[in-house]
């Protein structure tokens, strides 16, 4: 099963002539691509899966669904990707 994962975005940048941002899961800190989501910026929150920002979504939702995620636990904390 494969899970798209909420982050928050702490920067724009372009890489290659891709939008890309660094996304802080919770302190852990990953690429992604946000070339699909013009709209987004710092200090949003996006579900990335794969190095891929799939859609915006609010804080709240974001706090929710990795709560969810410790809950089922789905979510280990030191291999966030």
Do not use: W
Not at 16 to 37: S, W, Y
Not at 60 to 79: M, V
Request: charged share 25%; glycine share 10%; proline share 2%.
């Amino acid at each position: 099963m494969c899970l798209g994962i909420p982050g928050k975005i702490v920067s724009v940048y372009h890489q290659a002539g891709l939008r890309m941002a660094k996304v802080d899961f919770g302190g852990v800190f990953r690429e992604a691509c946000i070339e699909t989501l013009p709209e987004v910026k710092e200090g949003d929150y996006v579900i990335v899966h794969a190095g891929f920002a799939l859609n915006r979504l609010s804080e709240s939702e974001a706090l929710e669904t990795l709560q969810l995620l410790r809950e089922i636990g789905a979510l280990n904390e030191d291999e966030v990707s």
